[in-house]
């Protein structure tokens, strides 16, 4: 007869070690139940601007931005360029964004300078990182902050990953595989309403340039159960490859593991290794991970290695290491006039999207047109419901 302690331990066993296995299940099939929805554009009228992310932060909503001009009374949009900056959205009681006629206002205190500095090295002299031989430190954020820790007194810890983009004025590399930067990004309760958190850096070079992938600068997600953060970093040649880290030790490289030939390992592996790409994480460009819990899956959405159109793609997968499903496109959005007339297509999970048990997913991308021979960027806001 088998003891009660044999039997707790089999049955401990079980459950440990069916938590950390790969979970099976059949793929997720996305739907789209209806039209989509065009339900405004999210603005701060002060600021133009590009590439804008958003993260649920202390009851309301983050965006960090790329490249941002003001703009004058007269809606021209005016130096200095400021490579990245920030903004808050209120939330309503149904945790959804507050309208204001057709537009989402955004507002906060950048007060002209970058959210994530700009360091003495990389022409940090001025807001956009702009050098005197002609050539610019591009200090753009691919993802906004990853929230990892809300603390009882309601401080927010969160990170981001940024690599030290160097460019020439034709937007070209002279670093295609660059250090990556880690800040981090604090968010006070106590702090002046308009005021955005405050960022520091932690490491300039995190992730070593031409050796190690720049794991969080393309993606990054928490674990459904919030212990541990999954980093996605894309090589120049289009490799994709994850780490994971608990969400405590962010700043501790001796606490990451990278998934390799199928494994957990605690060696980084080689930015080149052969056997560190993950098949269909996502469709090449630029997007965000998330975690569904309707769906009880990951999530990427995003757009197409090189597109310049409002075209979002879709892929799921039980778990960050895989297997994702081959992505699939699901909407088309209204491209801008403009050469570049969108980009940077981001889903927004924070939005109250799975809020009274809905399942639907807000999109947002980059749509630039040419307004009285100006190029001016907006951001338009779309509701998606699943199936
Ligand atoms: C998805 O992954 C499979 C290999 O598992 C590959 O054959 C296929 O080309 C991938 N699809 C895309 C769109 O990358
Ligand atoms: C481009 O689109 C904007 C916004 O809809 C519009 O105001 C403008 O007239 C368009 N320009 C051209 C050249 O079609």
Redesign the pocket.
């Known amino acids: 007869m088998i003891s009660v302690a044999t039997l707790f331990t089999a049955l401990y066993l079980t459950a440990s070690s069916s938590a950390t296995a790969i979970r099976r299940q059949a793929p997720v099939t996305p739907t789209v139940k209806g039209t989509p929805q065009v339900l405004g554009v999210v603005s701060d009228p002060t600021l133009d601007r590009d590439s804008c992310g958003s993260v649920l932060m202390g009851g309301r909503v983050l965006w960090a931005c790329r490249d941002t001009e003001p703009v004058g009374s007269d809606g021209v949009p005016t130096l200095p360029v400021i490579s990245s900056t920030a903004s808050w959205t209120d939330l309503d009681s149904n945790g959804f964004l507050v309208l204001n006629g057709d537009t989402y206002p955004m507002y906060g205190s950048n007060n002209n300078n970058p959210f994530y500095p700009i360091q003495s090295d990389e022409c940090g002299d001025n807001s956009a990182g702009a050098c005197s031989d002609g050539t610019r430190y591009a200090i753009w954020p691919d993802s906004p902050p990853l929230v990892t820790n809300t603390a009882a007194d309601g401080t927010v810890t969160a990170y981001t990953w940024v690599t030290k983009g160097h460019i020439k004025s034709d937007l070209t590399n002279l670093s295609p595989d660059p250090d990556t930067s880690l800040y981090k990004v604090v968010y006070s309760p106590s702090a002046a309403h308009d005021a955005l958190p405050t960022v520091t850096l932690v490491d300039e070079a995190f992730w070593a340039a031409n050796k190690q992938v720049p794991y969080g600068a393309y993606g990054s997600v928490m674990s459904s159960d919030g212990s541990t953060a999954y980093l996605y970093g894309k090589s120049s040649k289009g490799t994709t490859a994850l780490a994971k880290v608990p969400a405590g030790s962010i700043e501790d490289k001796s606490q990451y593991q990278f998934w390799e030939n199928g494994a957990w390992t605690p060696t980084p592996p080689d930015l080149s290794a052969g056997d560190i790409n993950i098949d269909n994480v996502s469709a090449g460009g630029q997007g965000t991970y998330y975690w569904s819990p309707p769906w009880s899956s990951y999530v990427w959405i995003g757009q197409p290695g090189i597109s310049v159109s409002a075209d979002f793609m879709i892929t799921t997968s039980p778990n960050p290491e895989g297997p994702w499903t081959e992505p699939t496109k699901f909407y088309s959005a209204q491209n801008?006039?403009a050469t570049l007339g969108a980009y940077s297509l981001q889903a927004n999970p924070g939005l109250g999207a799975f809020a009274n048990g809905a399942n639907d997913i807000y999109l947002t991308y980059t749509k630039t047109?040419?307004?009285n021979n100006v190029g001016i960027y907006s951001t338009p806001l779309i509701k998606v419901s699943w199936q």
């Open positions: 801008g006039n047109d040419i307004i």
